[in-house]
């Protein structure tokens, strides 16, 4: 993790080293890390920024910590669920604690089981050919992250609908 600064970025600076479940483990990283920056004064502008920020920092560091494990998606490669956590908390925010914990939950299940949308995101890069296409590590960190965001978008879309139907 510390032989490159783009490794402690995407593996969720040790959040993606659990030999539990990496996934869920850098996302409740990701919730934690939110609530302190608010805690500490960060405004929905400082958190849209630091997102855009994380979006293409996060596609570097997926790029070379990809490149060097030599698997176009591995699993400890958490920074898609903390950037992709943060959108949704920053746009379901301020629920309460059982709204971040339903937010978390959802987030959870389209990143894990990836039904409809969230699978074909997850699958489209996964075809790319390491060996014979220069772009392709390009691709495979893109992707990495990519079907982060979708999983965060159909979670907020079913907050919404949930709140627009109550």
Request: proline share 4%; hydrophobic share 60%; aromatic share 16%.
């Amino acid at each position: 993790m510390l032989s490159h600064p783009a490794h402690a970025i995407a593996l969720g600076f040790g959040s993606g080293l659990s030999p539990f479940a990496p996934g869920t483990s850098g996302t409740l990283w990701a919730w934690l890390a939110f609530l302190v920056m608010q805690f500490y004064g960060m405004t929905d502008a400082h958190a849209g920024g630091l997102i855009a920020l994380s979006l293409a920092l996060g596609w570097w560091a997926s790029t070379v910590t990809a490149r060097n494990m030599q698997v176009l998606d591995p699993g400890n490669i958490v920074w898609d669920e903390v950037v992709a956590f943060w959108i949704v908390l920053w746009l379901v925010l301020p629920a309460g604690f059982w709204g971040q914990v339903m937010a978390f939950g959802l987030f959870r299940f389209f990143d894990a089981v990836k039904p409809g949308p969230v699978g074909w995101a997850d699958q489209f890069f996964h075809g790319v050919d390491a060996h014979n296409d220069h772009h392709a590590w390009t691709k495979a960190g893109f992707g990495i992250m990519f079907d982060d965001l979708v999983a965060a978008a159909c979670t907020v879309l079913v907050i919404a609908a949930w709140r627009f139907i109550w």
